[in-house]
């Protein structure tokens, strides 16, 4: 029997109510699959400002790192939009995923067949099937590269920033890509601009030099422009995109509305070894926190990531994923996912409960 430490940060607004579900589901894969799972919660966001006045506590940093994956709710709310920019709730976010070195973000796009119609894309593209993971670099970059302001002699006040990636960088984004591919149809497309950028130019040699170690995963390049657009042209030709981070911030956010479904979309951020953290790509949605209305399901795809990228449980991953399917297939739904036609509508407890039921009986 296997023991892994959870952290669990269920955060503010919706985070608690979907966090409880996702926690719902981890004991019953453990009891079904006879697995020690232990839960550790702190304190992260707005709930850790109230009770500490810092949104990202040591001690909770400690608890993080004393544990082999995290999982958070979300963080954020009305109260703390005053506070200054490194005191708000946001601010915790950035702090855990530097404080545990996390460098790769992973975010699954799919279009679920039972929720075809909540995608934008016309139906005959929505038909041919949508399941691509975009994993983009989380550190490095023009977001941490070097910026500034500077007064020029014949323009006045300029600003730059400046997109940096060393060999090391990329290989080791590029070798996780190989990895992620290796377990998935090893299909992995490296999106670049290497017809302008020399910073590309090095993103693809390094690229093409860690192919040589995954002969089995056919590679491919692609500027980023024409990737934009293939994203929605023919969505069905990706399997994993690998991109650098500011890249990989606008095509995730493109891939992921694709689907339609901002509450079904989880994500993995990994740094080195096994630790990851995983959460919904959502906020706290304010207006909907405490009224047994979020839509847990990405909390708890989310757990179906964790299981296998930090625990490879494999076999438990995709049981949780298919709960998932057969209980849309069987037409329930939260509001935020319901259409007129084939719906059952259902709160989040009950939307947990009926995916911890599928899971035990299967
Ligand atoms: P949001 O994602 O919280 O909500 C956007 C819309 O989607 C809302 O109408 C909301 O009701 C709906 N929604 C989101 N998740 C849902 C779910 N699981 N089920 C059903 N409906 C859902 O984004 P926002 O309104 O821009 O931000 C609200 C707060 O969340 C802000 O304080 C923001 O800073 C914070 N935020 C946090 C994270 C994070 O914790 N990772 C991410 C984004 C925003």
């Not at 926690?23 to 709930?47: M, R, S």
């Not at 994956?69 to 976010?93: F, I, M, Q, T």
């Not at 069905?236 to 891939?255: C, H, P, W």
């Not at 084939?342 to 939307?351: D, F, P, Y």
Request: proline share 4%; charged share 25%.
């Amino acid at each position: 029997m296997a023991k892994f430490n959870i952290a669990v940060l269920p955060g503010d607004g919706i985070g608690p109510e979907v966090v409880e579900q996702a926690v719902q589901v981890i004991n019953t894969v453990g009891e079904k699959y006879g697995h020690e799972f232990v839960i550790k919660e702190g304190l992260l966001g707005g709930c850790a400002i109230d009770s500490t006045g810092e949104p990202l506590p040591q001690e909770t940093l400690d608890l993080c790192k004393s544990c082999d994956a995290v999982l958070l709710g979300a963080v954020g709310g009305e109260k703390w939009d005053s506070l200054p920019g490194n005191k708000r709730p946001e601010a915790g976010l950035l702090g855990i995923r530097a404080g545990l070195g996390l460098y790769a973000n992973l975010r699954p796009a799919v279009i679920y067949s039972a929720l075809k119609g909540a995608s934008p894309l016309r139906p005959d593209i929505v038909d041919a099937g949508v399941d691509i993971m975009v994993v983009r670099e989380l550190t490095g970059g023009m977001y941490f590269g070097d910026k500034g302001r500077v007064q020029t002699e014949n323009m006045g006040e300029a600003a730059f920033d400046t997109e940096k990636y060393s060999v090391y960088e990329v290989e080791r984004i590029a070798r996780l890509a190989f990895e992620a591919a290796m377990k998935r149809r090893k299909k992995l497309t490296s999106v670049d601009k290497a017809n302008v950028l020399e910073s590309s130019r090095l993103w693809r040699e390094v690229v093409v030099r860690v192919s040589k170690n995954y002969p089995e995963v056919e590679l491919s390049h692609m500027y980023v422009d024409n990737a934009a657009m293939q994203l929605v042209r023919n969505p069905k030709q990706f399997d994993v995109i690998v991109t650098s981070n500011m890249f990989g911030d606008i095509l995730s956010d493109e891939a992921s509305m694709i689907t339609g479904s901002i509450g079904m979309l989880p994500s993995a951020s990994l740094g080195e070894g096994s630790m990851g953290l995983y959460e919904p790509i959502h906020g706290s949605a304010p207006d909907i926190a405490g009224q047994d209305k979020a839509n847990p399901l990405a909390t708890i795809l989310s757990v179906a990531m964790m299981m296998k990228y930090s625990f490879s449980l494999d076999a438990v991953s995709e049981a949780i994923e298919s709960a998932v399917v057969r209980v849309l297939e069987k037409g329930y739904r939260t509001a935020d996912i319901s259409s007129p036609q084939t719906t059952q509508v259902v709160g989040t407890k009950e939307m947990g409960r009926l995916i911890v039921g599928e899971i035990k009986s299967n």
